[in-house]
């Protein structure tokens, strides 16, 4: 039985996942952004240095490229696993409270079912501050009544 069959992930899937981790920590930083801002400086003020060069704004054209490529891959890696997460979270609170248990997944379901969902969500949490507020009103009536019998 491989790796796989037992549900653990992949070499290259632990890899990259804690490639993400890492480096969305490290960018996360305020030294990696003063190290980012010190390259873009270093760069402007090499400017007359070079002529202010074709390829001078080529490097940083280049590298900013670069770097921003492989940093949204990172970023969504991230992302995805952090909102998979939560929702593990969320689907689990939901399955041991009163919740309704058929929200459990919900995720998956496409743009029009959800927001079919959300709208009948409304619906009801609007339907229920009426009542709420249609018993607080009967509540406040009965009091008034009762201190005038009382009273």
């Known amino acids: 039985m491989t790796g796989k069959d037992k549900g653990e992930p992949s070499g290259v899937s632990k890899f990259f996942g804690d490639l993400a981790n890492r480096t969305s920590l490290a960018a996360g930083r305020a030294s990696t952004f003063i190290l980012a801002a010190g390259i873009v400086i ?12 074709d390829t001078w704004q080529l490097v940083i054209n280049t590298g900013t490229t670069i770097v921003t490529f492989l940093m949204v ?4 890696n991230s992302q995805n696993r952090d909102s ?3 929702q593990v979270k969320l689907d689990e609170l939901i399955r041991v409270s009163e919740a309704r248990n ?7 379901l496409t743009d ?22 249609a018993v607080d009103k009967t509540g406040k009536a009965a009091r008034r009544a009762a201190d005038r019998v009382s009273g």
Do not use: N, T
Request: charged fraction near 25%; hydrophobic fraction near 45%; include cysteine.
């Open 112 to 133: 029009d079912e959800l927001e079919d969902i959300r709208s009948k969500c409304e619906a009801r949490a609007a339907a229920e501050k009426v009542g709420d507020e």
């Open 73 to 76: 891959f990172l970023i969504q």
């Open 42 to 53: 270093v760069w402007a003020v090499s400017g007359p240095l070079f002529g202010y060069s």
């Open 84 to 86: 998979a997460a939560i």
């Open 102 to 108: 058929s929200l459990v997944g919900i995720e998956h």
